[in-house]
């Protein structure tokens, strides 16, 4: 078992990521507890979101072009060759994290567009996994953050 805080080590700019899992600062409890009320104020679970995150995500993977329409949504996807280590990772200088559905996005990111209610969003793919088997959303400070309201109203969940 991580310590919270050798997980907040991890996750300051420079450690696992250039620029953060958290902003220089957060901790990891006060961040995770904010976004659980958000949930809970939208009567939503963490496996919804990401689930439906996910299906978008291997939807677009699927066609492998860059810009995919599923629906009312248009999605763009940036790949890359390496991957994003989940900071959860028990043996990170070994292995991607295995913790519930495991890492399945950590080579790209995506951007959302749900041309319905003319709305965008993006975000790494790692949210998927970090959503669900982690709940969390990245913290306030980092630009990978995807806020859960956002994301809940792009879906059309909330």
Known sequence: MISIEELERRMQPGAYSVKGFLGVGEKLTVITERDRSVLKELGLSYELIAGRLDELLAASIEVRKEKVVVGQFEIRLERFRGF??????????????KMGSGVQYGSIDWEITNRKIKRSLSGPGLIVHLVRDHHFFEGLGSPYRVDPLQLAQLLELA
């Open 84 to 97: 994003q280590l989940c900071p959860w990772s028990q043996e990170p200088d070994f292995q991607q994290c």
